[in-house]
Every structure is written in C-alpha cells, then in structure tokens.
C-alpha cells in the first residue's frame, strides 16, 4: 500500500515576498516552510513557540533546538568538531566517565576559578 506524498512548492512569482507554507500535524504541532533570497527556513511550532529551527543558509545549514531538554545518544561514539566549540552552563556543568577521561590541548590551556579548585586522585602526577 503506498500512499501520495504532498508536495509543497516553495517556489514564488518574481517580486513576490514569500508568506510560507504551513503544515499542520495530528499533534497540534504545525512546520512552517519559507524561502528567501538569502535563506530557506523551517521551524517546528508547539503551543506557539519554535522548538526547532532549521536554516539554510549560503554559509550552509544552522539548526536550532529549543526546550527544556535535549539530548544526544549514541551507541558507538559522539563528535563534535569545529574550529571553536563553546558548552556554557547557567548553574552547572558536568562531565562523567564510566571509564577513563582524557583532555589534551596542543597550545596552552587555562583553568580559572573564582572560588576552590580541588583536585582529589589516587596520587596525581605534576609535569
């Protein structure tokens, strides 16, 4: 059994500014698709509020994530690589390894705290 697939054109009369597409989904939840002259854009919309953006842009595609929470899982392994890569934490920010962990920096690598810094180990090797 297949079923029709609609097909949604994003393409616009010359000079005509784009209103959009919207989809609306059996959850309540609605995707608005537009086209510009620098950028497509699609954004998934709950209760009002985008909860996922996704834009595509001459620089290439930026994906944005909204909620409470967000979570990456991977059987085998997670990468993430950039020429900058920033996690920012408002109360708190953890790292936990179930076996070893390991950070290597190929310049200098700063560590700076307002407050204590502990280091608890077995024994722990300076130089």
């Known amino acids: 059994m297949s ?10 009369p010359e000079g005509q500014k784009s209103q959009g597409k919207k989809v609306q989904l059996e959850s309540g939840r609605h995707i608005l698709i537009r086209s ?7 954004e998934i919309i709950e209760r009002g509020e985008v909860v996922v953006t996704v834009r595509l842009t ?7 994530v909204q909620g409470a929470h ?5 059987a085998e392994a997670l990468t ?4 900058e890569v ?4 408002q109360e708190k920010v953890s ?3 179930m076996g070893s962990l390991k950070i290597d920096s190929s310049k200098k690598m700063g560590i700076h ?3 204590d810094i502990r280091v608890i180990g077995k024994i722990i090797h300076l130089n």
């Open 70 to 74: 967000l979570e990456l899982k991977a």
């Open 3 to 12: 079923k029709k697939a609609e097909v949604i054109n994003l393409e616009r």
């Open 36 to 42: 510009g002259e620098k950028e497509e854009l699609l």
């Open 113 to 115: 705290s307002k407050d």
């Open 80 to 83: 993430l690589e950039a020429k």
């Open 86 to 89: 920033k996690i920012k934490g």
């Open 95 to 97: 790292i936990e390894s």
């Open 58 to 64: 001459a620089e290439g595609p930026v994906v944005t």
